[in-house]
């Protein structure tokens, strides 16, 4: 049981991390919401949901998630937290 736990916590901390990612990228571009939301296209009322763990980023459409990390000119990777793989 504990496993399952470990792995929940896990899991339920991912969001949380990707709004602090995307709030942390937005504001070194020193972009406002406002102007990420002109870049992207998102609307930004999602952006601030997203950035403040009130929308579930695991369950934003891959669309919203690529026009947001090309905006940000980063990856999609990098939002999700997904670390680089090394060879």
Same mark, same amino acid.
């Given at each position: ?26 504001? $070194? ?8 939301? %002109?870049?992207? !296209? &998102? @609307? ?23 026009? $947001? ?8 990777? %990098?939002?999700? !937290? &997904? @670390?680089?793989?090394?060879?």
């Amino acid at each position: 049981m504990a496993a399952i736990s470990r792995t929940t916590d896990s899991v339920t901390a991912v969001p949380d991390a990707m709004g602090v990612r995307l709030r942390r990228c937005r504001e $070194l571009r020193g972009f406002s919401q406002m102007e990420l939301k %002109a870049r992207s !296209g &998102i @609307p930004q009322q999602t952006i601030s949901e997203l950035e403040c763990g009130v929308r579930d980023p695991l369950r934003i459409q891959v669309e919203t998630l690529w026009r $947001l990390a090309w905006a940000l000119g980063t990856s999609m990777d %990098a939002l999700v !937290g &997904i @670390p680089a793989l090394r060879g």
